[in-house]
């Protein structure tokens, strides 16, 4: 009895043992179970937060900064403040998205040394945001700024502004700076003496300008820019600013060779503007410098202001009419435009452009993009010019109204011609009817 009594404890003792065993290694199953459903956020390493808030907009960012010590810190990182947009409205009078104000206070604060590549956005266009933009611009004199862009989404706000205020805000990030590469201040009261001070201080930097639509500056003050800053590769401005010393500056042996020249030629005054003439010397020196360069020209003109333009070969590449533009033009570029890449017409009239196609095929060997808007072309003729060009037309926009019915060909079979010379399948667009 005695023994087994002893067997039977021993028995008890080893399950109790077992129990206890499995109960442990039941409870470490669950620990690792919880933390692998609940991982220690706080303990993240501080670069996958710092790759995540990149990702994030600014306010969701600073909401984020305040769940533990190790985020906030992270908020603060210097990598972190290099790129930044700010975006400026008036809550009053607008629902757009903008930069909460005690936020841009901070910014300026505690990291406006640690911007670089830095943009303004004024989203209601309104003379107030763009104000507010200027006071921070004047507020950065702590940083090194590589980019800079202003930037109005509806209509030219800063040229609201009086023009000694905007000069003022944007000569501190001139000076201050000292390795600007890029600047973007399209539709600004910028001016000469102001683009002296940014040549003085950042010439040896500078390699994209964007300056169209700015009346203050003069043809002597961008040939100031060009003959200083001989790294510059991209140069956006007004036809009025063109001159052939400006192209013979950009063809000097010091000069880098140009990659991207845009031209903007725009009247706002029927009969009231006078285009001067280029002389062909000049372009021919610039081509010669600069062989591979894109020449993009945008013209908003009246067709009685087209008589300067396309009298002589032009080595413009990107080429767009954004008014009405006369048969007797679009002849002319056939004529006159041999390294054209792309072409866009979003009017013409009632007069079908057949010939002027059939000749632009012809000519323009490197023809690779079309876009044609309220214009007309028979349907035969519009065949042959994709057959002209055959499949180097990688871009074909043509609005179904564009192509006339004929003899040969009606809407619906044009769409498999077109497609067997492109050698894939196109139709053409259509205007929604919502």
């Not at 906030?72 to 290099?82: C, E, G, K, S, T």
């Not at 610039?286 to 002589?312: A, C, G, Q, T, W």
């Not at 690779?368 to 309220?374: C, D, R």
């Amino acid at each position: 009895m005695k023994r087994g009594r002893k067997i039977n404890e021993a028995n008890s003792s080893s399950s109790e043992e077992t129990t206890e065993k499995e109960s442990k290694r039941r409870r470490v199953i669950d620990e690792k179970t919880v933390a692998v459903q609940s991982p220690d956020w706080a303990n993240l390493l501080q670069d996958i937060i710092l790759q995540v808030f990149q990702y994030l907009p600014l306010l969701d960012r600073a909401h984020a900064s305040q769940v533990c010590r190790s985020w906030n810190q992270v908020f603060h990182m210097p990598d972190l403040w290099r790129c930044f947009e700010f975006e400026l409205n008036q809550p009053a009078t607008s629902y757009l998205r903008a930069t909460h104000p005690e936020l841009i206070k901070q910014i300026i604060k505690r990291h406006s040394n640690h911007l670089q590549y830095v943009s303004f956005k004024v989203v209601d266009s309104s003379k107030e945001s763009a104000e507010a933009a200027c006071d921070i611009l004047s507020q950065l004199v702590n940083c090194s700024l590589k980019t800079l862009g202003l930037i109005s989404t509806a209509r030219p706000s800063f040229m609201d502004l009086p023009k000694s205020h905007f000069i003022s805000a944007l000569t501190v990030v001139f000076v201050n700076s000292k390795s600007l590469s890029s600047l973007k201040i399209d539709d600004t009261p910028v001016d000469d003496p102001s683009l002296k001070v940014l040549v003085a201080n950042n010439s040896d930097t500078l390699k994209l300008l964007k300056m169209s639509s700015c009346p203050h500056v003069s043809p002597a003050g961008i040939l100031c820019v060009a003959d200083q800053c001989h790294g510059l590769r991209e140069l956006a401005l007004n036809y009025h600013l063109l001159s052939d010393e400006l192209l013979l500056a950009l063809s000097s042996e010091k000069h880098v060779r140009l990659e991207h020249l845009r031209i903007d030629v725009v009247s706002e005054n029927p009969g009231q503007t006078q285009f001067h003439t280029i002389q062909k010397s000049s372009w021919d020196a610039f081509i010669k410098h600069s062989p591979k360069v894109n020449l993009v020209m945008y013209f908003f003109l009246y067709e009685e202001e087209f008589d300067p333009f396309f009298r002589y070969e032009i080595p413009v590449t990107h080429l767009y009419f954004g008014r009405s533009v006369s048969k007797d033009v679009l002849g002319r570029v056939g004529m006159t435009c041999p390294r054209l890449v792309e072409l866009v017409v979003c009017a013409n009239g009632l007069r079908p452009l057949d010939e002027e196609l059939i000749r632009i095929a012809e000519r323009c060997k490197y023809l690779s993009a079309v876009g044609l808007g309220e214009c007309e072309v028979s349907c035969s003729a519009f065949v042959e010019f994709v057959k002209m060009c055959g499949g180097r037309l990688s871009q074909l926009s043509i609005m179904e109204e564009v192509l006339i019915p004929d003899q040969k060909y009606s809407l619906e079979q044009i769409h498999w011609e077109v497609s067997k010379h492109l050698g894939r399948v196109w139709f053409p667009d259509m205007m929604p009817t919502w």
